[in-house]
């Protein structure tokens, strides 16, 4: 506890120290989020109004991020500080806004924003969790931004917190929704299904587990398009993945994960498990290895040598590729890099 005060003592000098070389506050509202995601979508819903800034990068692994004091400089001069939640940034959130020492921006604050709330959680632990069983995350998986409908919540959340705060720009925050929302489901299901039966029914029959049961029973197959009809083809397609982090988006598109490269979330793949993953993907006949650009690929081409599978890397946050410029473009990138996996 003393070492971690120091720490904080140390680098909230550090912040005063250098806030004094830095230039004068801008007018428009100050936003400071943990990931690019979150940066990507605030900036959907903020427009014009919003200056963002994200702490992680597309190419970093956000559990593991040094709360460096040049975030918190950031951190001192936000008016919303926007975070995954569910314990991905337990290691470096909290030093960060302490040190930031912006009574704005501090747990309970109206500055202070957890987006997690609302979305569809998986992997929520039921039984007792221990170190031994790897970086397990008591409130369920924190990945869920790769579900585009789980994006669509966070977007109403960051909505709904800015309305608070500055409730003479709600209509425009609300507006900015609403087409956030329309790109959404126009790039799930296609312009044409959308309006035809509307972006909102047609996210309720996805999350519902009732998507495809509809489209069959009103014969709509021909007017499906977008994401939905460029993955049909391959549902329950088996999948490996390096990390833990893909459970939301295999979900959401129809994906069978059946093992990770990691033995535990956040063990560095080792021998023996290495070569159960093999048997289990020969006797499945898994073609996909699917992992984020900043893990080691040494274990997946040796799974691939084994067994022949694809290595499909796919950036799993916005910048993590240049394709995946912004949210959108994020989830298009994956899923592109996967179908085209599949294919070959």
């Excluded at 470096?92 to 202070?112: F, M, T």
């Excluded at 048997?279 to 274990?299: C, H, R, T, W």
Aim: proline share 6%; glycine share 8%; hydrophobic share 40%.
């Amino acid at each position: 506890m003393k070492i971690r005060l120091m720490i904080i003592v140390l680098l909230s000098s550090a912040v005063i120290f250098l806030m004094s070389f830095q230039p004068a506050h801008s007018a428009s509202i100050e936003v400071v989020t943990t990931t690019p995601d979150l940066k990507s979508i605030t900036e959907y819903i903020g427009g014009d109004k919003v200056s963002v800034t994200s702490i992680s990068t597309g190419y970093q692994d956000p559990h593991f991020i040094d709360a460096k004091p040049s975030y918190m400089i950031k951190a001192k001069r936000a008016d919303l500080f926007i975070k995954v939640g569910l314990e991905l940034e337990i290691g470096w959130e909290s030093l960060i806004i302490e040190g930031s020492r912006n009574p704005k921006i501090q747990p309970g604050a109206q500055g202070n924003l957890d987006v997690s709330e609302g979305v569809m959680r998986l992997q929520v632990p039921t039984g007792k969790i221990d170190r031994s069983m790897g970086d397990i995350h008591p409130c369920g998986n924190p990945h869920y931004w790769t579900d585009p409908l789980n994006g669509k919540i966070i977007a109403k959340n960051i909505t709904n917190r800015l309305c608070s705060i500055y409730p003479s720009d709600a209509p425009y925050f609300q507006k900015n929704l609403s087409l956030f929302n329309s790109r959404i489901d126009e790039a799930l299901f296609g312009k044409k299904l959308t309006d035809k039966v509307g972006g909102e029914k047609l996210s309720d029959l996805l999350a519902g587990g009732k998507f495809y049961e509809f489209i069959k029973s009103n014969n709509l197959q021909g007017e499906l398009g977008g994401w939905m009809a460029e993955v049909m083809p391959f549902q329950n397609a088996k999948i490996v993945t390096y990390h833990n982090s893909w459970p939301y988006f295999a979900s959401r598109f129809g994906l069978h994960i059946i093992d990770q490269l990691e033995p535990k979330p956040g063990i560095p793949p080792g021998p023996t498990h290495i070569n159960e993953v093999i048997e289990q993907m020969k006797s499945g006949n898994v073609k996909v290895i699917l992992m984020e650009p900043f893990y080691a690929d040494k274990p997946a081409k040796l799974v691939a040598e084994k067994t022949g599978a694809k290595i499909v890397v796919a950036p799993n946050s916005v910048g993590g590729s240049d394709k995946a410029k912004d949210y959108v473009s994020l989830i298009d990138a994956i899923l592109q890099s996967i179908v085209a996996a599949m294919k070959n």
